[in-house]
C-alpha cells in the first residue's frame, strides 16, 4: 500500500494511531496442516511460498516474541552468492535471483542494493583461492570478477595500501552482490503471507511437542495453548537445539552469539560490501550513512543477544587494520543475533528422524542471505516431503556419512584467527 504525503502528514498527527495492519491479527485455530516454528525470515517466507507456491491452506507461523525481533532484524543485511563448492553455488545464486525480484514479487519496499561485494586477498595462496572461487562461480553462472591492486584502489582508495601489516595484492568483486533492509524483509514476507491466509501469531513460545504412539508429532504445547499440527516445520536458529530437543532430537550444532555494529550517521564513503582477507571483517555503509559492520563469532557457546568487550575490540582492530580512517567514527550501538553453527558451515534443510518434524537450522554466518531460497527449498520440504534439488545437499545425516559441504572448515570455531 502507498501513501500520499497528505497521508502521512495525517497520520503523524493522529500520533500514528491510525495506520492499516500490515498482517492480520487472527484467533488461534485448534488445528493446522502446517505450523511453522519461527517467525523470522525463514519462517515468515517458508509460509508466504507453501501457500503460493503449494496452494497449501492451513498454515501458521509460531513466533515466541514479536515479528523482525530475531535473528533476521539483528544481522548485517548482507546479500551475495560467491559461494565455492556445487553444493551451496546453485542454493544461494537462486537466493539472490530471488532478490532482485522481491519487491516486485511482495508488492513491499525490502530496499535491495546491489552495490558490489568485494572479497580482499593479500598473499599468493589467497589469489589462489580467489581465482578457483571466481571461476567456479562463473561455471555455475554466477557473476565474479578477479580484481588487480589497481583497481582496488581505484574502487576503494581509503584503504591502507601502504603501511598494513597484510598488504592488499586485489580482490574477488561479486557485482551483484549487495545489501537489503533486514526489518523489511519481516514485514513484507509478514505481510504477503498474511494475505494468502496464513496465520501469523506472535508471543506464542513452543514449550512442547506431543508424538502419538507410533512416534509420530501430532501437535505443540505452547504458551497460548495447544495447537495440532499435521507436519511441523522448526525455523528457529540459534534456539533449533532447544525446540528439537523437545521432541528428543539431538542436533549436530552449537548456538553462539554473533556481534554487529554500526556506528554514527557519515556522508557515502564505502561503496558497498568490502570484507578484510586478513582477519574476520566485513563492512558496508547504510542508506541512513551509519556503518554497519561485524567480524568473528563471541568464543563461548550462548543463548543471550548480547555479546562481550573482548569480540568488540576484536572486530574494531580489524577495521583499523583495513581502513584507519574508520577510527575517528563513533560506534552508536552494537546487537547480537544467536547463531546456530554446523558442524561444516553449511545449513540443513532435511526431514528429521521424528516423523511430521523437518528441521531448517544450521546457517552459520549465512542465514539472512539465504532467506527466500530457504523459504522456498523449506516450502518444497514440507509440502511434498521431499528436497528439493537446490537443497538436496543439506542432509541432517551428512554428518554421520561424511557428505561435508565445507566452505571453509569454520563451522562452529569462533575466534580461532
Known amino acids: 500500500m502507498r501513501y500520499s504525503w497528505s497521508s502521512l502528514f495525517t497520520q503523524s498527527l493522529r500520533k500514528h ?46 513466533e515466541k516474541g514479536w515479528i523482525g525481533g530475531g535473528n533476521v532484524g539483528r544481522n548485517t543485511t548482507i546479500v551475495r552468492s560467491n559461494y565455492l563448492l556445487d553444493g551451496n553455488i546453485p542454493f544461494y545464486e537462486w537466493s539472490l535471483r530471488l532478490w532482485e525480484g522481491l519487491e516486485q514479487e511482495l508488492n513491499y519496499n525490502v530496499m535491495v542494493s546491489q552495490r558490489g561485494v568485494l572479497n ?13 572461487r571466481g571461476n567456479a562461480m562463473r561455471l555455475h553462472g554466477v557473476d565474479a570478477e578477479l580484481l588487480d591492486r589497481d583497481r582496488v584502489r581505484r574502487m576503494a582508495p581509503f584503504l591502507d595500501f601502504e603501511n598494513a601489516r597484510f598488504p592488499i595484492m586485489g580482490g574477488l568483486l561479486q557485482p551483484r552482490g549487495g545489501t537489503v533492509r533486514h526489518d523489511a524483509v519481516a514485514w513484507g514476507y509478514a505481510r504477503a503471507a498474511s494475505a494468502l491466509g496464513v496465520d501469523i501469531i506472535q508471543e506464542c513460545e513452543v514449550l512442547g511437542i506431543e508424538c502419538d504412539a507410533s512416534g509420530a508429532a501430532v501437535a505443540l504445547e505452547t504458551s497460548r495453548g495447544r495447537i495440532g499440527a499435521g507436519r511441523i516445520g522448526l525455523a528457529v536458529a540459534g534456539n533449533s537445539s532447544r525446540v528439537a530437543a523437545l521432541a528428543g532430537l539431538k542436533l549436530p550444532i552449537e548456538s553462539h552469539v554473533l556481534q554487529a555494529f554500526v556506528s554514527e550517521g557519515l556522508k557515502p564513503v564505502i561503496p558497498g560490501v568490502i570484507t578484510y582477507g ?77 516423523s511430521n518434524i523437518f528441521l531448517n537450522a544450521g546457517w552459520c554466518y549465512g542465514g539472512f542471505k539465504a532467506t527466500p ?15 528439493h534439488t537446490l537443497a538436496a545437499a ?23 584467527h
Open 120 to 132: 580482499l586477498f593479500h598473499n599468493d595462496s589467497q589469489r589462489d583461492e580467489a581465482v578457483r
Open 17 to 62: 494511531r491510525g495506520w492499516t495492519r500490515a498482517w492480520a491479527d487472527r484467533p488461534v485455530q485448534p488445528a493446522y496442516d502446517i505450523v511453522v516454528v519461527g517467525g523470522g525470515g525463514h519462517g515468515l517466507a517458508t509460509a508466504y511460498y507453501l501457500a503460493k507456491n503449494h496452494g497449501t491452506k492451513r498454515i501458521a507461523v509460531l
Open 394 to 416: 543439506y542432509r541432517l545425516d551428512r554428518f554421520a556419512t561424511g557428505a561435508l559441504i565445507n566452505e571453509k572448515g569454520e563451522g562452529a570455531q569462533p575466534n580461532l
Open 278 to 354: 586478513a582477519g574476520h571483517f566485513y563492512i558496508s555503509q547504510s542508506d541512513k550513512g551509519g556503518l554497519v559492520f561485524g567480524g568473528n563469532l563471541d568464543g563461548y557457546n550462548s543463548y543471550a543477544q548480547r555479546g562481550q568487550m573482548t569480540t568488540v575490540e576484536d572486530v574494531c582492530e580489524s577495521g583499523m587494520a583495513l581502513m584507519p580512517m574508520i577510527g575517528r567514527a563513533r560506534v552508536l550501538r552494537s546487537w547480537g543475533g544467536i547463531m546456530d553453527m554446523s558442524m561444516d558451515g553449511s545449513p540443513i534443510i532435511d526431514a528429521t528422524p521424528v
Open 373 to 387: 531460497a530457504s523459504g522456498w527449498c523449506f516450502a518444497h520440504l514440507l509440502a511434498t516431503g521431499s528436497s
